[in-house]
Structures are given as structure tokens and as C-alpha cells.
């Protein structure tokens, strides 16, 4: 069976710490460095934002706890977790296992272009502040066709590596030295860019809300945004989550690893919406901000070539410790569920995602002209299906699992190690998994899909 040790038993985290780390490195990743900043962008900055903080504090906070209480409770894969609840509902782990499936295949392309301009800071290629000059660049590597597809079997390749050599302790030592290191050098970065010459124009962009901007366009990829930034709606924190000990403090991982990705989320705002105003660029550019603007600012910068290669490095560690989650929650549904060999069930999914990645990779060039939803290429149309479909979907069923069928009294004896710790806010969680959660979901939903 999957994820035993050698006596036999569970697998746990080595430590409370740990476990924060590797489950906030699972948050943290492209969806906040990279998927962030273009999506305040595109949606008008500010009332992106604050519909993001409603979000968070209707759904984020709520989910996360509803998840890692049912993964610490049953022990088990995201299937096996809604199966232990009731054998009707198995199949919402299902779809999880689907989200992740689909996200990884085009979530490695983005790594691939990380690992790229890491080569490409190497090599002073992005010595360059002109962000014309930049964009070029950017440009004719994803549409390429060769180099981008070579780079995302590289990132699937080293992802499938570790997830071969099991969860343990790979993933919480590497968290441990990983996250606090991205933590200083984003606060850096961020410090530089927003000291940059008319960067006071994207500060304000990012933070003062306009209102007119809000329509339920702007609302949906919010909540997808939430989701995805928090890894949730997917069996991801119940996988995690399975590996806790049972005197974990669950309200309080609950609370303080959404905020940890917000908080890396809005830095990333804060360091490339500032460097798109200085230097005269459209806010909204779209999934390039990041690679563009970023190495402009780079280029400005005493030791900029020395920033650059370290902030691609951290981007690309904060994005496996994701996409090793992101494989993770489907390997070991194969491993437990059909019985075969980790590498066998790692090998199969990961060539399977890398041939879905390719054609991802092929909508920014030779297949440009393919449009699947709403005028989408095949990449975005795998982000909106993933996104703003499957995980918010996911949670809304998570809540009606947890909330309804479950029950909110034994999640919460679950969450407060039966009394042991104080969950002060258990009743207005209760409400929130019950009612708001579902209805607000719910309500988006059919908003969006009305038009
Ligand atoms: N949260 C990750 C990020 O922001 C992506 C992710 C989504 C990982 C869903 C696991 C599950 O990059």
C-alpha cells in the first residue's frame, strides 16, 4: 500500500512546522507568482483584489479547515477520504483527482518557461530593460515549438522524480530551507520595485478598488483564483492533511497557511504591477507580466543578473514544491485504488500530463488558431475548466459533504482534537460550511453561467 513507512504504519509529517511549510509550499507557487499578478491585471487590480479577500474569508479559510480535518480524520487519498464518509459520494475525490490531473499538464508548461529563464539569466540573455525587447523574448519562446515542449518535460521530468522517491522527508525538508528563503527575496524585490520611478501608480492600481470594474466575470476568477492559489477543492489538503498526527492544531494551520499565501500572493502584486506602470506596460499584458516585466526590473538592479538567477530559482522551487502535490493527490489514488507500483502509477500519469502539456504548450504557437471555450486557446480553456470549473465545484461539494452528510459536530470533535484545543470560531465555521460556503459558490455559478 501507498505512503507506509516501514513499520507498516501512516507516514506522518516530522513536525508541526513541517507540515505547515510543505502544505503552504503547495499553496505558494505559480498561482501566486505568476497567475496572480496577470489576473489582478486583467480583472482591474483593485476590485480584483477585494473580491479575492471576500473570497478568501467566505470559502478560502472555511475550506481549508473542512480538508484537513477530513484527510487527518480518515487517513486516506482524496477518493478513499469521501468514500469513508459515504460510498455514494466517492466520486467528488474523483473529480479532484481529474482537476489535478488537468492542471499539472499545463502547469508544468509554465514551469518549463521558469526553468528557461533561468537558463536565460545565466546566460545574461535578460540583461535587457527594455520591456519591448523583453516581450519579444518572451513571445518566441512559448510560441516555439521544440525549446517550450523540451522545458516541460524537464519540469515533469524532475516533478515525477520526487514524487517517485515518496513525500516524506523530501518535501517538508526542502519546504523548510525553500519558503522562508522565496519569503526574504520576494520582500527584496518587492522593496526595489516598488521604489522604482512611477511605481506609485501600480501600487494604487493593485490596492485602491474600482468599484465599476466588478462584473461576475471579475467574481468567478476570483473565486477560481482562491482555489487555485490555495490548492483547494481538490483533495490536495486532504492528502496532506492525512499525513497529521492527531494532536496537530488544525484551526491554527488552517488560519495561518491561507494567510501565508496571500500575503506572497500580494508581494508578487506588489512587485511586478508597480514595474509594469514604471515602464509604460499594459497592466493588462496577460500570463507574460511575470517573465517581462520581472527581468526589466532585473536589469535595473545593482547585482540584477545575481537577483534574477536566485528569484527564477526560488519561482521554480515554489512551483514542484505545487506540482509535486498537484501529482501526488493522483498517484496515490492509482497506488491505493488499483494496486500498482508508485513508479509504475508516477511514470504513467506523468507521460500522460506531459502529452496533455504539449498540446497546451502548441496553443501559444502552432496551434494558436484552435479555440475551445469562449474564444480560449487550448491552455487557457484547461485553466478555465480546472479553475473556475472542477476546484470550485469540488468545494462546493466538499462543503455539502462535510457540512451536510458528515456532519459539522464531528468535523469539528475532529478539528478540536475532541475539545482538546480551543476552536473558538467552531459555530460561525459551522454556518460558514453549511450555508455560505454552498450558497455563494452556488450563486456565482449560476451568475456565470447565465452570462
Ligand atoms: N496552489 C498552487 C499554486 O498556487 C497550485 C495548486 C492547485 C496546487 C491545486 C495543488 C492543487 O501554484
Redo the contacts with the bound molecule.
Sequence with gaps: MANLNQDGQREQWGSKIGFILAAAG???????LWKFPYMAGKNGGGAFVLVYFIMLFLVGFTLMLAEITLGRKTQLNAIGAYRKISKKWSWVGALGVLA?FI?LSYYSVVGGWVINYIVKSFSGALKIADADVLGGMFGNLISGTTEPIIYHAIFMLITMIIVIGGIGGGIEKSSKILMPGLFIMIVIIALRAMTLPGAVEGIKYLLVPNFSAINIGVILDALGQVF????LG?G?MITYGSYLSKDTNIPESATVIPLIDTGVALLAGLIVLPAVFAFGYEPSAGPGLLFITLPAVFAQMPLGTLFSILFFFLVLFAALS?SI??LEVCVSYVVDEWKIKRKVAVSGIGFAMFLIGILASLSFGRLSNITIIGGRNIFDSLDFVASNILLPLGGLLLCIVVGWIWGTDKAIKEASNDGKIEFKLAPFWAILVKWVGPVAISIVFIRSLLG
Design positions: 503547495s499553496a505558494v507557487g505559480l498561482g501566486n489535478g492542471i487555485f492559489s490555495l490548492s481538490m490536495c505545487s502535490s498537484l
